[in-house]
């Protein structure tokens, strides 16, 4: 099963300023990562597919760069409304699987 | 509009059975894979399994082959997940997701369904 760890654990930060997400598989999955946004009480979802193609939808703040088995999504400008959990899951290997999460507050 | 609406929350006891249901809407239901998705009380996400409703291929992460069972029913655009004897351990929010068509990653969500175990 791969293993995906995120980094930082917590990012605290600020309106307007900019988010820089890390994601990194225990072995490469080509592009095959995607990443979505939780908030309490409101429906997960999916930002960027497939490292670096946003989903229907997504504002162009949110991108997603990587290959391989190191990953990354940037939030530019960051609006009150980004303030979120997010998570990155990889589809290259049965199961898929998660990683732990960043929160970004502030 | 693509929608899922999934039943809500349940509080059960331990050895007891449930099933949860997702009801799907804006969209051929039998042309998409739908999955389960599981968040423990201050964890992850974790991918529970899929099925196809076109033809019920299902697959089931190891983690969770044998433990639950998912299953849907065409007639209603309706995925279902089941357990058969709960434990305390599977108190969680659950999530049911559509896939994409292309690739396994998971384009719209449900609302989720909290289902807690407890004596």
């Known amino acids: 099963e791969i293993v995906l760890t995120q980094s930082p654990a917590t990012l605290s930060l600020s309106p307007g300023e900019s988010a820089t997400l890390s994601c990194r598989a225990s072995q490469s999955i080509s592009n095959y990562l995607a990443w979505y946004q939780l908030k309490p009480g409101q429906t997960p979802r999916l930002l960027i597919y497939d490292a670096s193609n946003r989903a229907s939808g997504i504002p162009a703040r949110f991108s997603g760069s990587g290959s391989g088995a190191d990953f990354t999504l940037t939030i530019n400008s960051l609006q009150p409304e980004d303030f979120a959990v997010y998570y990155c899951q990889q589809r290259d290997n049965w199961p898929p699987t998660f990683g732990p999460g960043t929160k970004v507050d502030f | 509009e693509v929608q899922l609406e999934q039943s809500g929350a349940e509080v059960k006891k331990p050895g007891e059975s449930l099933k949860i249901s997702c009801k799907a809407s804006g969209y051929k239901f039998t042309s998409y894979w739908i999955g389960w998705v599981r968040q423990m009380p201050g964890r992850g996400l974790e991918w529970m399994g899929i099925?196809?409703?076109?033809?019920?291929?299902?697959r089931y992460s190891p983690s969770f082959q044998g433990q639950v069972l998912i299953s849907a029913d065409k007639s209603t655009d309706t995925a279902y997940l089941r357990w058969r004897s709960l434990k305390a351990s599977d108190t969680a929010m659950y999530y049911c997701?559509?896939?994409?068509?292309?690739?396994?990653?998971?384009?719209?969500w449900g609302q989720g369904t909290l289902v807690t175990v407890s004596s």
């Open positions: 997701a559509r896939r994409m068509i292309r690739g396994l990653f998971f384009d719209y």
């Open positions: 099925l196809y409703p076109g033809d019920s291929q299902i």
